[in-house]
T-cell receptor, first 111, second 112 residues
């Protein structure tokens, strides 16, 4: 059974700092790995999707990497801004099943 | 593309009552998912449909829960005889072919 773990559970940084959020998964037979953002009381917004054959994906200040062999993914946020404050969730997708989510990392960026 | 729509946004009910939520996916998305999320936790998978067929159900989906997707369009999730432990955010998502998921804003259920 796939299990997804995110470390740290919470993170506070000053504006402008670069940061890395970590995600690990137990079953490397994944179809893709997805990163989402969730604002309080809201639904999830898709940030990046990395196919199993890919190593990384970039969108603006966000870069996500995937290492299937070690069961890890990281989300790198460059030059953080207060507007980046939210909960970031990763999810592993195996063929024929639904996404399995981690519990998320709650990020707070202070100005 | 108007996004995934969920109704209602909030529902307060008394224990023992039945509730029904609706999800309208992005048109032409053939996959539709239901998740449940409690405070401080990631979304937990409940069930998913490909077109009108319900292909997978989590063991979290007790016999008090039922989901339908008639004609492969909108979907409903019904909870019978609600319990306080059912209080959560119920999220719906759709995707074109199991790729990127697009989530709705969710229905927040409070069972008193």
């Amino acid at each position: 059974k796939q299990e997804v773990t995110q470390i740290p559970a919470a993170l506070s940084v000053p504006e402008g700092e670069n940061l890395v959020l970590n995600c690990s998964f137990t079953d490397s037979a994944i179809y893709n790995l997805q990163w989402f953002r969730q604002d309080p009381g809201k639904g999830l917004t898709s940030l990046l999707l990395i196919q199993s054959s890919q190593r990384e994906q970039t969108s603006g200040r966000l870069n996500a990497s995937l290492d299937k062999s070690s069961g890890r993914s990281t989300l790198y946020i460059a030059a953080s801004q207060p507007g980046d404050s939210a909960t970031y969730l990763c999810a592993a997708h195996q063929a024929g099943t639904a996404l399995i989510f981690g519990k998320g990392t709650t990020l707070s960026v202070s100005s | 593309d108007t996004g995934v729509s969920q109704d209602p946004r909030h529902k307060i009910t008394k224990r023992g009552q039945n509730v029904t939520f609706r999800c309208d996916p992005i048109s032409e998305h053939n996959r539709l998912y239901w998740y449940r999320q409690t405070l401080g936790q990631g979304p937990e998978f409940l069930t998913y449909f490909q077109n009108e067929a319900q292909l997978e159900k989590s063991r979290l989906l007790s016999n008090r829960f039922s989901a339908e997707r008639p004609k492969g369009s909108f979907s409903t999730l019904e909870i019978q005889r609600t319990e306080q432990g059912d209080s959560a955010m119920y999220l719906c998502a759709s995707s074109p072919k199991g790729e990127k998921l697009f989530f709705g804003s969710g229905t927040q259920l409070s069972v008193l």
